[in-house]
């Protein structure tokens, strides 16, 4: 059973660029979550979808950054408009969605580097 | 008063030594409480869930006192492969989402 999966696994933009962060969960899983590991900090919360919808955005910055879980395909995390501050890690975690099991599993991490 | 707190450390301690990590948390609703481990620039991997009858898996042995909103964690017979950070995790009442502290460093040496 493969674990949660993310790529890509490193990217580089330049400020202004966008950049997509995609996260296919574990077989069976319906929930996702989005959490961001600044350098030399905790993880932090982002966001929380189950298939088309979002769940749970309160930890999204207001603008440039949108998230998406479609019925088909993997979830993306979307920046606009990169700025430096952006660079960190992005963890995308799935659960099973049944009731009452609340585990997350993560994936390896996208790293982004702002230049 | 943030919502989960570690001690940053480093802990440094020798092979064979036991090590007690502490945490604590601000919302005394919270129902769900985790140890997960990570290692220098990889994912978090949960090491073992928190309940009040206290659980051990091993040489860990995790504990959680409601009442003063503290929860631990105990690593008896430290190797050199138990060297990582160590984060204590919460989810709030009423989310899904994982509250994460800043997580506690240990370093074992030979």
């Known amino acids: 059973n493969a674990g949660v999966m993310q790529n890509p696994r490193h990217l580089v933009r330049r400020r202004g660029q966008e950049a997509r962060l995609r996260c296919s969960p574990m077989?069976?899983?319906?929930?996702v979550y989005w959490y961001r590991q600044l350098p030399e900090e905790g993880l932090k919360f982002m966001v929380y979808?189950?298939?088309?919808?979002?769940?749970?955005e309160s930890g999204m910055p207001k603008e440039r950054f949108s998230a998406e879980f479609p019925k088909e395909g993997p979830s993306i995390l979307r920046i606009q408009q990169v700025v430096r501050g952006d660079s960190a890690a992005y963890f995308c975690?799935?659960?099973?969605?049944?009731?009452?099991?609340?585990?997350?599993?993560f994936g390896p991490g996208t790293r982004l580097l702002v230049l | 008063r943030k919502e989960v707190e570690q001690d940053p450390g480093p802990f440094n301690v020798p092979e064979g030594a036991t090590v007690a990590f502490n945490c604590t948390y601000s919302n005394s609703a919270s129902q769900s409480f985790f140890w997960y481990r990570q290692d220098c620039r990889k994912e978090p991997k949960l090491l073992m869930s928190v309940y009040s009858s206290g659980n051990e898996d091993g040489r860990f042995t995790a504990q959680l006192n409601r009442a003063s909103q503290y929860i631990s964690l105990l690593i008896r017979d430290s190797k050199l492969s138990d060297s990582a950070t160590y984060l204590c995790v919460v989810i709030p009442p009423g989310f899904q989402k994982l509250v994460f502290g800043t997580g506690t460093r240990l370093l074992v040496s030979p």
């Open positions: 979808l189950q298939k088309e919808n979002i769940i749970d």
């Open positions: 077989k069976g899983h319906s929930h």
């Open positions: 975690a799935s659960s099973p969605g049944d009731r009452g099991e609340e585990t997350q599993y």
